[in-house]
């Protein structure tokens, strides 16, 4: 049984602990700062699930993809004309999972990060950000303790440092999202 969860814990625990992650499951983010959250998401998603496909990770744990229910929740959000902002970690991400496209370990690492953080801390936060959070549902799948560990079972300690980057670049665009002009919040109607 791989240790992953044990050698990428500060990497993890340290993108919780951003302030955008505590506005996250705090119940009052704004749609427009969820919407541009999502957005940068969409991107991640969208690679990861078309670079995936060929390597069959999705057959093998059953249809966790995100993508389009990612661009549902957005525009159900988003009401501006133009087009959030792409922050510069999602740019980096996008141009690293580029270079490791061919390599279904280290693909399987974000599988990992990403679907496992929605199928656990994302139920938390599905009931507390705006709009239907169907990035959240997983109803489709059936048990998702059983999902979850068909994603375990793909997974080794070989694929703890490419864990741990794709826990930084969610701490990167945590932080990055916070810097933007956005509105944050939304007033709480006591």
């Given at each position: ?67 389009k ?17 792409i ?11 580029k ?92």
């Open positions: 049984m791989s240790k992953i969860k044990e050698l990428t814990w500060e990497h993890h625990k340290n993108a919780e602990r951003q302030e955008f992650a505590k506005l996250l499951i705090g119940g009052n983010i704004s749609p427009d700062m969820y919407a541009t959250y999502l957005w940068n998401q969409h991107k991640k998603y969208d690679l990861l699930e078309a670079i995936g496909m060929p390597h069959g990770i999705y057959h093998d744990i059953g249809d966790v993809r995100r993508k229910l990612i661009e549902e929740d957005f525009n159900e959000l988003w009401q501006h004309k133009e087009e959030p902002v922050v510069p970690s999602t740019i980096e991400y996008i141009n690293h999972m270079t490791i496209m061919h390599d279904r370990d280290a693909l399987l690492a974000h599988v990992y990060v990403l679907y496992m953080g929605d199928l656990s801390g994302g139920q938390m936060i599905k009931k507390k950000v705006p709009g239907e959070g169907r990035m959240y549902d997983f109803t489709n799948l059936g048990d998702v303790k059983e999902v979850k560990e068909k994603i375990r079972e793909l997974i080794t300690d070989d694929m703890a440092d490419e864990a741990m980057y794709v826990f930084d670049s969610a701490t990167k665009l945590f932080q990055e999202l916070m810097e933007l002009d956005i509105e944050r919040t939304v007033e709480s109607s006591d």
